[in-house]
């Protein structure tokens, strides 16, 4: 038997106290007790500048890069190092051809930072934005696929929904996509990590994804996978790091009309961010080493105690067939309850409302007994 077939709860990596039930990763994960020491030794090293070397620049943010890539079964010099999902897609939406006319594809209630560019590039195309509603049954990939036709450019979407949870298929979306000569972007900000994905099943033309949730990493620090077929296009801004021979300081000044390699020109400016890569390094080192197979595995035994004890106060919930292992909105039909999520937090139980539904997300420092706790307090407060 493998390690990863014997996962077991993290809880003892994170310094979560016994009366804390914390099931909001989906807002914002906790990172290690080890990230931390991490993060202390990376900021203290500001003290003594004269230790940095240029290596630092450069091998630290490579590793990075490198561990994301084997994440997503990518390869390392596809990868870009970005401090925000808005970040990624104004990198996508400078590199993506639209003509006026043609349609943008995105789900009702799709986070804004994945809405907001597409909206502006549709105007200034004179193209439209067109939103997939949300299915009755919650088959999103059916209806998904259904809108992508010859007039649609692009198909912009995540593998689980922000609000609850309920799943797309990428594997399908990305064959209609190229099926029909849509390029296809993708935040996967609620999912990777937790959920498998590889860029080789799905092919996306950009993919995004921030640290500070399911990644277990900082605020302020994300990944951009740029397919190979865009690596020569054109970053949001032009920083020295980007360009070819870089690593000789002493030359910056003999100015380089060309980039470095791969997806390396889309990074931001000062992606060597000293303070918070060793952290992400970490975590992304601790994900890589369990897999996200095993860590879903895990993850959808609890989400799947959570459907049945909801369904069992008569709460709604997607069908086991459309949502996803780590994250799932418990619908009150009407709306959340006015003052249900603050109370919960009185009693230590942290979740999120989102629309109408209350957001459970559970991570690898969850267990049965966090469900269980969950539910006695909205047995009592329901
Ligand atoms: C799906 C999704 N994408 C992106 C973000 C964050 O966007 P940004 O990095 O642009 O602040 C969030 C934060 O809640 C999110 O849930």
Same mark, same amino acid.
């Given at each position: 038997? &493998?390690?990863?077939?014997?996962?077991?709860?993290?809880?003892h990596?994170? %310094?979560?106290?016994?009366?804390?039930?914390?099931?909001?990763a989906?807002y914002?994960?906790?990172?290690?007790?080890?990230?931390v020491?991490?993060?202390?030794?990376?900021? +203290?090293?500001?003290l003594?500048?004269w230790?940095?070397?240029?290596?630092d620049?450069?091998d630290?943010?490579?590793?990075?890069?490198?561990l994301?890539?084997d994440?997503?079964g990518?390869?390392?010099? %596809?990868?870009?190092?970005?401090?925000?999902?808005?970040?990624?897609?104004?990198?996508?939406?400078r590199?993506l051809?639209?003509?006026?006319?043609?349609?943008?594809?995105?789900?009702?209630?799709?986070?804004?930072?994945?809405i907001?560019?597409?909206?502006?590039?549709?105007?200034?195309?004179?193209?439209?934005?067109? &939103?997939?509603p949300?299915?009755?049954?919650? *088959?999103w990939?059916?209806?998904?696929?259904?809108?992508?036709d010859?007039?649609?450019?692009?198909v912009a979407?995540?593998?689980?929904?922000?609000?609850?949870?309920?799943r797309?298929?990428?594997?399908?979306?990305?064959? &209609?996509?190229?099926?029909?000569?849509?390029?296809? /972007?993708?935040?996967?900000?609620?999912?990777?990590?937790v959920?498998?994905?590889?860029?080789?099943?799905?092919d996306?033309?950009?993919?995004?994804?921030v640290t500070?949730?399911?990644?277990?990493?900082?605020?302020?620090?994300g990944?951009?996978?740029?397919?190979?077929?865009h690596?020569?296009?054109?970053? /949001?801004?032009?920083n020295?790091? =980007?360009?070819?021979?870089s690593?000789?300081?002493?030359?910056?000044?003999?100015?380089?009309?060309?980039?470095r390699?791969? =997806?390396?020109?889309?990074?931001?400016?000062?992606?060597s961010n000293?303070?918070l890569?060793p952290?992400?390094i970490h975590?992304?080192?601790?994900?890589n080493?369990?897999?996200a197979?095993?860590?879903?595995?895990?993850?959808?035994?609890?989400? %799947?105690?959570? +459907?049945?004890? +909801?369904?069992?106060?008569g709460?709604k919930v997607?069908?086991?067939?459309?949502?996803?292992?780590?994250?799932i909105?418990l619908?009150f039909?009407?709306?959340?309850q006015?003052?249900?999520? *603050?109370?919960? +937090?009185?009693?230590?139980?942290? /979740?999120?409302?989102?629309?109408?539904?209350?957001?459970v997300?559970a991570?690898?420092?969850?267990?049965?007994? *966090? /469900?269980?706790?969950?539910?006695?307090?909205?047995?009592?407060?329901?």
């Amino acid at each position: 038997m &493998t390690s990863r077939s014997v996962f077991t709860c993290k809880k003892h990596l994170f %310094d979560i106290p016994e009366h804390v039930t914390y099931l909001n990763a989906a807002y914002m994960s906790p990172i290690m007790k080890e990230a931390v020491i991490m993060g202390q030794q990376s900021v +203290a090293r500001k003290l003594h500048p004269w230790e940095t070397d240029i290596s630092d620049f450069f091998d630290p943010p490579d590793r990075a890069s490198t561990l994301m890539a084997d994440m997503i079964g990518a390869r390392p010099r %596809d990868i870009a190092l970005i401090p925000s999902v808005s970040y990624g897609m104004a990198t996508a939406v400078r590199n993506l051809p639209l003509s006026a006319g043609q349609k943008i594809l995105v789900l009702a209630d799709q986070f804004p930072s994945h809405i907001y560019p597409w909206q502006e590039m549709a105007k200034a195309h004179q193209a439209q934005v067109v &939103t997939i509603p949300r299915p009755q049954n919650g *088959d999103w990939t059916a209806y998904l696929c259904d809108a992508i036709d010859q007039d649609v450019a692009i198909v912009a979407c995540p593998n689980a929904h922000w609000t609850d949870g309920s799943r797309v298929d990428l594997v399908k979306v990305g064959q &209609t996509c190229r099926k029909n000569g849509a390029a296809l /972007v993708l935040d996967l900000t609620q999912s990777l990590g937790v959920m498998p994905f590889s860029v080789r099943d799905v092919d996306p033309d950009f993919m995004i994804a921030v640290t500070y949730k399911w990644l277990l990493g900082p605020y302020s620090y994300g990944f951009l996978y740029v397919a190979p077929r865009h690596q020569n296009g054109v970053p /949001v801004e032009e920083n020295w790091i =980007a360009r070819k021979g870089s690593e000789d300081f002493a030359r910056l000044v003999d100015y380089q009309p060309e980039y470095r390699p791969g =997806a390396d020109r889309f990074s931001v400016g000062e992606r060597s961010n000293f303070m918070l890569t060793p952290i992400a390094i970490h975590a992304l080192e601790m994900l890589n080493e369990w897999g996200a197979d095993a860590i879903a595995t895990y993850l959808s035994g609890l989400t %799947d105690m959570i +459907a049945d004890k +909801a369904q069992d106060m008569g709460l709604k919930v997607a069908d086991k067939a459309h949502r996803s292992p780590h994250l799932i909105g418990l619908d009150f039909k009407g709306g959340a309850q006015g003052g249900l999520r *603050d109370s919960l +937090a009185a009693r230590n139980i942290f /979740v999120s409302v989102r629309g109408h539904s209350i957001r459970v997300a559970a991570h690898v420092y969850n267990d049965q007994q *966090d /469900v269980e706790k969950l539910f006695s307090a909205l047995e009592d407060l329901l």
